[in-house]
């Protein structure tokens, strides 16, 4: 079993930044892939960023792109999510998601198999 802790929400104006951190305990050398997924209220939980750990590969959501860089530390198997220039319309749950391969689609949530319990971010106008 593994499980996941999110740190790092909070509240910003828009153009802000945050930084997002997901640590991982358990059964940490079963993670081969990690993402970041959001949620906003009403709507469907989104991917927003993903690495493959021991590799260089990276993914994001067009949303997304040149505004958030998604980090790893293959060691411990955690992961970062610097988020710069944020809009209000990012506002929500921010969760962090791990699998045991590697989900194609990386954005779909039902491939995952462990998730954290979220960390809010509320961007204001």
């Known amino acids: 079993e593994v499980q996941l802790v999110e740190s790092g929400g909070g509240s910003v104006q828009a153009g802000g930044s945050l930084r997002l951190s997901c640590a991982s305990s358990?059964?940490?050398?079963?993670?081969?892939?990690m993402a970041w997924f959001r949620q906003a209220p009403g709507k469907e939980r989104e991917g927003v960023a993903a690495v493959t750990f021991g590799s260089a590969g990276t993914w994001y959501a067009d949303s997304v792109k040149g505004r958030f860089t998604v980090s790893q530390d293959n060691r411990d198997r955690t992961l970062g999510l610097q988020m710069n220039d944020l809009k209000p319309e990012e506002t929500g749950m921010y969760y962090c998601?791990?699998?045991?391969?590697?989900?194609?689609?990386?954005?779909?949530?039902?491939?995952?198999?462990?998730w954290g319990q979220g960390t809010q971010v509320t961007v204001s106008s």
């Open positions: 358990g059964l940490i050398g079963d993670i081969y892939f």
């Open positions: 998601a791990a699998s045991r391969s590697g989900p194609r689609p990386w954005t779909k949530a039902s491939l995952y198999n462990y």
